[in-house]
């Protein structure tokens, strides 16, 4: 039979294996950082209505460019902003993916402080742009100091923050993004896919985008939406910088269906983001326990927490799926990650976790 070893790929693919978290069937997954509230039935019914009115006309091409959608997305994100600031995409993975295309490539260099998303090496691989890890301290954290030292050391023409960071959790200190936007030559995007399980008194990057041509801030639907199914994400930044994406994007690379859908459940969002307090009061509870416990746990602004075992995390990452209990091994020694869900998933984790020194 044919492998990977006998077809003439890229060098640099060799040896990989596709991203991609464990797809169980246990019952308790808090693994992906998935919402584990269902869609409300009255957004179903709308989401419905919408993608069935799109039906009849699907011999056609959907809007290229997205406006009406954009717009939506503008108007949720407030800060001023028009759909001349937005682009969308099908998730915010392909939204980086374009930046990369559009700023990146062969010859250019993208970095990012690690640990971090694990997609942003990998989205640079693919496009060709060489891929630089940064560092972040001890406790995870990230300093202005720190970050500008290093972005001057390699002078990146993108560089990725992420805030709040995963797998660690914790948004950065606004101080880091303004001085990392000083300092870098190039593009500076800041990934804010959990912004809106952020503590209190957290501050966007969209905050300050206004005069700063260079900065991105990435989004998306899946989390706090509860969306994940729908891929749709988007990205805010000076109208410029959504020309340069459009020079890359594939023609109509986003469904008349994911449209219609993500157009409904924005006008639901009340609805949607009804289990956002819910979600961050299960996180707030398992810091609590965790620490309480005596294991280390990296504080959290996002929807997940990050978790300190003795010995191999991956005897640990086994001893909670055999209990039923799915999480995620993120690769960090001593470390695993689990998704806030709902009370009956978090009362099941911690039980679990009674085994797990």
Same mark, same amino acid.
């Given at each position: 039979?044919?492998?990977?070893?006998?077809?003439? %790929?890229?060098?640099?693919?060799? #040896?990989?294996?596709?991203?991609?978290?464990?797809?169980?069937?246990?019952?308790?997954?808090?693994?992906?950082?998935?919402?584990?509230?269902?869609?409300?039935?009255?957004?179903?019914?709308?989401?419905?209505?919408? @993608?069935?009115?799109?039906?009849?006309?699907?011999?056609?091409?959907?809007? /290229?460019?997205?406006? +009406? =959608?954009?717009?939506?997305?503008?108007?949720?994100? #407030?800060?001023? $902003?028009?759909?001349?600031? @937005?682009?969308?995409?099908?998730?915010?993975?392909? %939204?980086? *993916?374009?930046?990369?295309?559009?700023?990146?490539?062969?010859?250019?260099?993208? !970095?990012?402080?690690?640990?971090?998303?694990?997609?942003?090496?990998? !989205?640079?691989?693919?496009?060709?742009?060489?891929?630089?890890?940064?560092?972040?301290?001890?406790?995870?954290? !990230?300093?202005?100091?720190?970050?500008? +030292?290093?972005?001057?050391?390699?002078?990146?023409?993108?560089?990725? $923050?992420?805030?709040?960071?995963?797998?660690?959790?914790?948004?950065?200190?606004?101080?880091?993004?303004?001085?990392?936007?000083?300092?870098?030559?190039?593009?500076?995007?800041?990934?804010?896919?959990?912004?809106?399980?952020?503590? &209190?008194?957290?501050?966007?990057? !969209?905050?300050?985008?206004?005069?700063?041509?260079? =900065?991105?801030?990435?989004?998306?639907?899946?989390?706090?939406?509860?969306?994940?199914? #729908?891929?749709?994400?988007? $990205?805010?930044?000076?109208?410029? @910088?959504?020309?340069?994406? *459009?020079?890359? /994007?594939?023609?109509?690379? =986003?469904?008349?269906?994911?449209?219609?859908?993500?157009?409904?459940?924005?006008?639901?969002?009340?609805? $949607?983001?009804?289990?956002?307090?819910? %979600?961050? *009061?299960?996180?707030?509870? %398992?810091?609590?326990?965790? /620490?309480?416990?005596?294991? /280390?746990?990296?504080?959290?602004?996002?929807?997940?927490?990050?978790?300190?075992?003795? #010995?191999? *995390?991956?005897?640990?990452?086994?001893?909670? =799926?055999?209990?039923?209990?799915?999480?995620?091994?993120?690769?960090? &020694?001593?470390?695993?990650?689990?998704?806030?869900?709902?009370?009956?998933?978090?009362?099941?984790?911690?039980?679990?976790?009674?085994?797990?020194?």
């Amino acid at each position: 039979m044919t492998t990977l070893d006998d077809l003439p %790929i890229r060098d640099d693919l060799r #040896g990989r294996t596709p991203y991609g978290a464990p797809q169980l069937d246990v019952p308790v997954r808090l693994n992906t950082n998935e919402n584990s509230y269902p869609v409300p039935e009255p957004v179903v019914e709308a989401i419905g209505k919408a @993608v069935a009115a799109e039906l009849r006309d699907l011999n056609r091409y959907p809007d /290229r460019d997205a406006v +009406a =959608l954009r717009a939506d997305l503008a108007a949720y994100l #407030g800060h001023g $902003l028009t759909a001349d600031h @937005v682009w969308a995409a099908n998730g915010s993975n392909e %939204i980086q *993916q374009q930046l990369l295309q559009a700023f990146g490539g062969p010859g250019r260099t993208a !970095l990012g402080f690690t640990p971090a998303y694990s997609m942003h090496p990998l !989205l640079a691989l693919g496009t060709g742009t060489r891929w630089v890890p940064a560092r972040r301290g001890e406790d995870f954290g !990230l300093t202005a100091g720190e970050a500008v +030292a290093q972005v001057r050391e390699h002078r990146p023409d993108v560089v990725f $923050l992420c805030s709040p960071n995963n797998p660690t959790g914790t948004a950065l200190d606004p101080a880091v993004v303004a001085a990392v936007l000083d300092e870098a030559p190039g593009v500076v995007i800041v990934d804010e896919a959990y912004a809106e399980f952020a503590r &209190p008194g957290t501050v966007s990057a !969209l905050a300050v985008l206004p005069g700063h041509p260079r =900065l991105v801030v990435t989004r998306t639907m899946s989390k706090a939406f509860g969306f994940a199914g #729908g891929r749709l994400g988007y $990205l805010a930044a000076d109208p410029a @910088v959504v020309d340069a994406v *459009q020079l890359v /994007r594939l023609p109509y690379h =986003l469904s008349a269906l994911t449209q219609a859908a993500a157009r409904a459940a924005l006008a639901h969002r009340d609805a $949607l983001l009804g289990t956002v307090a819910a %979600i961050m *009061q299960q996180r707030d509870r %398992i810091v609590a326990e965790l /620490r309480a416990r005596g294991h /280390r746990v990296a504080d959290s602004d996002a929807n997940f927490v990050l978790f300190a075992v003795e #010995g191999d *995390q991956a005897v640990a990452w086994r001893t909670l =799926l055999d209990a039923g209990v799915l999480v995620r091994d993120v690769g960090l &020694p001593g470390w695993l990650r689990v998704t806030a869900g709902t009370p009956t998933e978090t009362d099941a984790f911690l039980t679990a976790m009674e085994t797990v020194s």
